[in-house]
């Protein structure tokens, strides 16, 4: 049976190219990094190496990279550090009730440590508005945290302007770039953010390895005691062979993301517009500033599990929302943020396209999704035969 991979927001295959540079660092080049001898400094090196092609993936400076075991990591770094580091300056931060989990439950965390969030609301497109953010603030804002691109819904942010905000005010920007870093164009040296997340294994590379931006002069506490790795930003010995593949991971994205996201966009507006024939059909996200590779659609009168088991057993993987919370009952609440009832909320189906998507695998989703929306609907109650 064909099988066909949509699933490309909740992670992507190792580049081959990614795997041969990191094959080295398991055995051969097995050094610690912290160690003087030769083993230890070409382990080192290597490490600079990927720092220096991780930064330039989004107009960085070298010094300003700091890998983590993740984006989840990065966040939590980002949003802590800053909140720690800032205490005695205010205990205000801003948000979005749309951002990923990774940066909802340590904002609640700190609510528990007597911080103050505010959660600003979206549009029906997931848009966070820049007046919403300007009216939010207050004198004891510390931390403004928005995401570059919706997760589940591929929205793309207006964060240059809310950055323009935060830096009149004096305010640190963090965003949560996980879903655009390697697929869309970054230049940090023109956008104004602080703080940036990425993660290796969502643009080719392997799991277990991130970084966060920290732009120079930002105040923050390190949340990882220990060594004095990473320029003492984050203890623990490295994970070598995971950092030089993120650094090749970052290099092939930068020369093909122009390409890649033009090859992308048509697939996913064919598929968007396709899709919208099946009557009862409601596309989430903003129809054009929207991540190049994100379906995300409202199917309704279905579960959307109902419809991910009918095209899993047809070869094509897809999903409801984010990876992180596939498990959940309950709606995805980037969905209800705007404002979806629970039962739309439900009816959602995320397909996320990517290197090996072809104009042939768009065609075959469009030739087998009608006849499941079919099947299932007049299994449902809900639905009205006509």
């Given at each position: 049976?064909?099988?066909?991979y ?10 081959p ?11 051969d ?5 912290s160690?003087?001898?030769s ?11 990927a720092?220096?092609?991780?930064a330039?993936?989004?107009?960085a400076r070298n010094?300003?990279i700091?890998?983590?075991?993740g984006g989840t990591?990065a966040?939590n ?5 800053v909140?720690d580091?800032?205490?005695?300056k205010?205990?205000?931060i ?12 340590p904002?609640?965390f ?7 969030v505010?959660?600003?609301p ?7 508005n820049?007046?919403?953010v300007?009216?939010a603030?207050?004198?004891?804002t510390?931390?403004i ?6 997760n589940e ?6 964060i240059e ?5 935060a830096?009149?005010?004096g305010?640190y920007f963090h ?7 390697g697929?869309?164009?970054?230049n940090?040296?023109?956008l104004p953010?602080?703080?940036l ?5 969502k643009l080719?590379?392997?799991?277990g390895?991130g ?8 105040r923050m ?6 060594g004095?790795?990473?320029h ?9 062979p ?5 650094g090749?991971?970052a ?5 093909e993301v122009?390409?890649e996201?033009?090859r ?7 598929l968007i ?8 059909t409601?596309l ?5 500033l929207?991540?190049p ?10 579960e959307g599990?109902?419809m991910?088991?009918?095209?899993d057993l047809m070869g ?5 929302g984010?990876?992180c919370?596939s498990?959940a009952?309950?709606?995805?609440h980037v969905?209800?943020a705007?404002g979806?009832?629970p ?6 189906l995320?397909?996320t396209l990517?290197s090996?998507t072809t104009?042939?695998d768009?065609d075959?989703?469009?030739e087998?999704l ?12 809900l639905?009205?035969?006509?």
């Amino acid at each position: 049976m064909k099988r066909i991979y949509m699933d490309y927001a909740a992670t992507t295959p190792t580049h081959p190219d990614v795997v041969k540079a990191m094959k080295p660092y398991f055995a051969d080049m097995f050094g610690n990094p912290s160690s003087i001898h030769s083993f230890g400094r070409e382990s080192k090196e290597a490490i600079e190496q990927a720092r220096d092609k991780v930064a330039n993936l989004v107009g960085a400076r070298n010094e300003e990279i700091v890998f983590t075991s993740g984006g989840t990591e990065a966040d939590n770094f980002a949003i802590k550090g800053v909140a720690d580091a800032n205490k005695k300056k205010g205990s205000h931060i801003i948000t979005s009730a749309i951002e990923h989990h990774a940066v909802i439950e340590p904002c609640k965390f700190l609510e528990t440590q007597g911080f103050k969030v505010t959660y600003l609301p979206v549009d029906e497109y997931g848009m966070v508005n820049p007046c919403d953010v300007r009216k939010a603030i207050t004198d004891k804002t510390i931390l403004i945290s928005i995401m570059h691109a919706n997760n589940e819904i591929g929205t793309i942010e207006p964060i240059e302007e809310i950055g323009k905000i935060a830096s009149e005010k004096g305010i640190y920007f963090h965003t949560d770039a996980v879903q655009t870093a390697g697929h869309i164009p970054i230049n940090l040296k023109e956008l104004p953010v602080d703080l940036l997340s990425m993660s290796a294994h969502k643009l080719y590379g392997p799991k277990g390895v991130g970084a966060l931006y920290i732009r120079k002069g930002v105040r923050m506490i390190s949340f990882m005691h220990g060594g004095d790795q990473e320029h003492r930003r984050r203890a623990s010995t490295e994970n070598v062979p995971g950092i030089v593949g993120f650094g090749k991971a970052a290099e092939i994205a930068k020369s093909e993301v122009e390409e890649e996201r033009k090859r992308l966009t048509v697939l996913r507006d064919k598929l968007i517009k396709n899709i919208l024939q099946i009557e009862n059909t409601r596309l989430n996200g903003h129809p054009s500033l929207r991540l190049p590779n994100n379906v995300n659609v409202s199917v309704e009168f279905i579960e959307g599990e109902s419809m991910l088991l009918n095209l899993d057993l047809m070869g094509i993987a897809g999903s409801t929302g984010s990876a992180c919370t596939s498990s959940a009952l309950e709606p995805s609440h980037v969905l209800l943020a705007l404002g979806l009832s629970p039962e739309v909320a439900h009816a959602s189906l995320r397909l996320t396209l990517g290197s090996e998507t072809t104009a042939g695998d768009v065609d075959y989703v469009l030739e087998v999704l009608p006849g499941i929306v079919k099947k299932l609907r007049l299994m449902s109650p809900l639905y009205k035969k006509k």
